[in-house]
């Protein structure tokens, strides 16, 4: 006899091993709710069909966080490649996101060039994908999880026309056995465990973009429901591009980077992203330039984005083009700590548009572009309120860079012209596949810069900082994604290198979340995914990199 504990303090006696699912039904905990897709057990996240057989402490993992979407989201793609091999003879990558979902093309074959001219997923094709994804969920066949030697596991993946997991696997010098995901007499391995069975697969949608496929699925904001599927064209183009220019660098997923890493401990990746970094910036800086009326640029996008760097960047292009610009953060606008508003949790909502002191901001542009002289508020982040700042005027070709998280919102910019304004999505818009079949996402790598940096600057814990996120992540999708509309030019400031960067910051934090804090969990999911991440030496990058304002020895006055 074993006793079970749950958070709320409720016990289950148990007098026999016990899986998650069994567990689940004893408990009454509601999948009509938001679906429960696994389980912590002492902290520890495991799948529901784990058995424990001594005193442990557990608690459910849904579809309303960050881990139970990732355990839906592996399993529901371990499907899809199932259903793609046996449509089309031919496997299937993931390259990017989209509208809450992700973007699959075909693999190309051995020596086969990918010059743009992409094999395209015919509809009919899509259709068969959709039908055989379909009855393998209906079906609710069993996902089990296989522990194979490394050496064997590196060995099917060749012999499978997967090289890019069999070299990942040789990268990470290790001779434990790796975790394979069976189902259907078909084998893969994934970076997090598994839902018990597909049955558990609902709700998805596979629907046909040119030349591939969007497989869309819950997010932690739709709590287990499907997202609104609503496409950018703006995005689509950034993250095409992107991954156009990745493959002429021959960097496609982590494989690449461990060997550029091997080859020159990485700073030909360095050379070339912050090249690329610069070419953007110098390309926002003439679009600006070019209607003469524009004097002022607006900088949105979400925490972690580095708004700050990038509107310094532009500030010193346009010195370049000879002409005077003044940069002002939004975040010396924020009302003090103790009259921010609260969120649904009852906490402190930075992200909201109420945070700011938008009249008083409004009071300033309109005074500043009229020749005035304003005295700018400055906000001191370890007392949490507003003081006085430095005088400013601007002459009459002067530029006015605003940015902070809601400099796209139609409250910040109703004392701009329409004319007179610019506005720049600015976000880390591409991740990294880890590879063919999973990818780190672009929110993770704005958790990670957020990590790094508050702790750094803020003296934030590790702790605080994840407790925070989800609020963050909600606040974003409600004030801040929904006026990319207002938006004249979307900004990728992903850099390539820079998660082989942060590794070493990353998990020196995340591994300091003790044993018993709420947090324990993601933490953990964060460093299963950083365990594949080669480190490479932060001396490398550049003093004016973007990367240094979350890493700190930067230059530029953050």
């Not at 890493?551 to 953050?558: R, T, Y």
């Amino acid at each position: 006899m074993f006793n079970v504990a749950f958070p709320d303090g409720k016990i289950l006696p148990c007098d026999a091993p016990a899986s998650g699912e069994e567990l689940l039904r004893r408990a009454g905990a509601a999948r009509g709710g938001v679906p429960v897709v696994a389980w912590h057990v002492n902290h520890y996240l495991r799948p529901l069909n784990w058995i424990v057989d001594k005193e442990a402490r557990v608690s459910w993992v849904d579809l309303a966080s960050s881990e139970g979407v990732s355990v839906f989201q592996s399993s529901l793609s371990f499907v899809l490649t199932i259903a793609a091999r046996r449509v089309l003879g031919r496997g299937l990558r993931v390259t990017h996101s989209i509208s809450e979902g992700t973007f699959w093309e075909i693999v190309p074959r051995p020596g086969e060039r990918r010059n743009g001219e992409d094999e395209e997923i015919l509809a009919d094709k899509v259709g068969a994908i959709a039908a055989e994804m379909e009855r393998i969920i209906a079906a609710d066949l069993p996902i089990r999880a296989e522990m194979t030697p490394i050496d064997e596991a590196r060995r099917f993946f060749e012999e499978h026309e997967r090289p890019d997991k069999a070299k990942l696997l040789a990268h990470m010098w290790s001779d434990l056995p790796v975790e394979m995901a069976c189902c259907d007499g078909e084998r893969d391995h994934f970076y997090s465990p598994m839902v018990p069975s597909t049955g558990y697969l609902r709700p998805y949608k596979l629907s046909k973009l040119a030349p591939g496929i969007v497989l869309r699925f819950p997010v932690a904001l739709s709590r287990g429901e499907l997202p609104e599927y609503r496409p950018s064209h703006k995005l689509s183009t950034v993250f095409l591009d992107y991954a156009d220019w990745m493959r002429k660098l021959h960097v496609v997923n982590l494989v690449e980077i461990c060997e550029a890493v091997a080859r020159d401990g990485g700073k030909e990746l360095i050379l070339m992203s912050e090249a690329l970094h610069a070419q953007k910036v110098a390309e926002v800086t003439q679009d600006f330039l070019s209607v003469p009326e524009r004097r002022v640029i607006t900088i949105a996008g979400p925490s972690g984005s580095g708004k700050t760097t990038t509107s310094h960047k532009l500030r010193i292009q346009l010195e370049v083009a000879g002409r005077r610009p003044v940069a002002i953060s939004l975040d010396d606008y924020f009302v003090d700590r103790d009259k921010c508003p609260l969120d649904e949790d009852g906490k402190r909502d930075f992200e909201a548009v109420e945070a700011v002191d938008t009249e008083l901001l409004n009071d300033h542009v309109h005074a500043l572009l009229a020749g005035k002289t304003v005295r700018l508020p400055r906000f001191d982040f370890y007392e949490g309120r507003r003081m006085a700042g430095a005088e400013l005027k601007l002459e009459k070709d002067d530029v006015l860079i605003l940015e902070g998280l809601h400099g796209l919102n139609d409250k910040i910019l109703a004392a701009i012209p329409p004319q007179a304004r610019y506005g720049v999505f600015l976000s880390p818009l591409t991740s990294l596949c880890l590879d063919q079949h999973s990818r780190t996402s672009t929110t993770e790598l704005r958790l990670l810069r957020r990590l790094i940096r508050d702790n750094r600057t803020r003296g934030n814990s590790p702790e605080a900082t994840l407790n925070r996120w989800p609020s963050v992540v909600r606040g974003a999708a409600k004030y801040i994604f929904p006026y990319q509309k207002n938006a004249d030019v979307m900004f990728n400031s992903s850099l390539i290198y820079e998660l082989p960067v942060m590794k070493p910051y990353a998990e020196n934090l995340l591994r300091s979340v003790g044993e018993d804090s709420p947090q324990r969990g993601e933490a953990m999911r964060l460093l299963r995914m950083l365990r594949f991440v080669p480190a490479m030496d932060s001396r490398l990058v550049p003093s004016n990199s973007l990367l240094r304002e979350f890493i700190g020895g930067s230059i530029i006055e953050i």
